[in-house]
């Protein structure tokens, strides 16, 4: 069973910059990749989408030109660049991967990590 590890979460002041990664335990591991967040009594929400080979991006609407999702030369591995953070962006980032149908779609996910906590003050 593949494995999604994420880290690179942590407290920043609302302006701020971090750098989320998401490594597959699988070294072979070639799929289409994401990143979903979820706040404190919310929905589980898309952030954006990586396709397997890195050249095609998507992103929700909240996040464009802020953040940016990228893969490692490996493939196996994403990052998700984050600058401007805001306080609403506070919440627990997930890593997910190999999507079967719409990529927007948190249950269409096969694989998910166990999550990083983003923590944005004012």
């Known amino acids: 069973q593949v494995q999604l590890v994420e880290s690179g979460g942590g407290l920043v002041q609302a302006g701020g910059s971090l750098r989320l990664s998401c490594a597959a335990s699988?070294?072979?591991?070639?799929?289409?990749m994401g990143w979903f967040r979820q706040a404190p009594g919310k929905e589980r929400e898309f952030v954006a989408v990586?396709?397997?080979?890195?050249?095609?991006?998507f992103y929700e609407d909240s996040v464009k030109g802020r953040f940016t999702i990228s893969k490692g030369n490996a493939k196996n591995t994403v990052y998700l660049q984050m600058n401007s953070l805001k306080p609403e962006d506070t919440a627990v980032y997930y890593c997910a991967a190999d999507p079967e149908g719409d990529y927007t779609r948190r249950n269409d996910y096969r694989y998910w990590g166990q999550g990083t906590q983003v923590t944005v003050s004012s």
């Open positions: 699988e070294p072979t591991f070639s799929y289409p």
């Open positions: 990586i396709s397997w080979s890195g050249t095609s991006t």
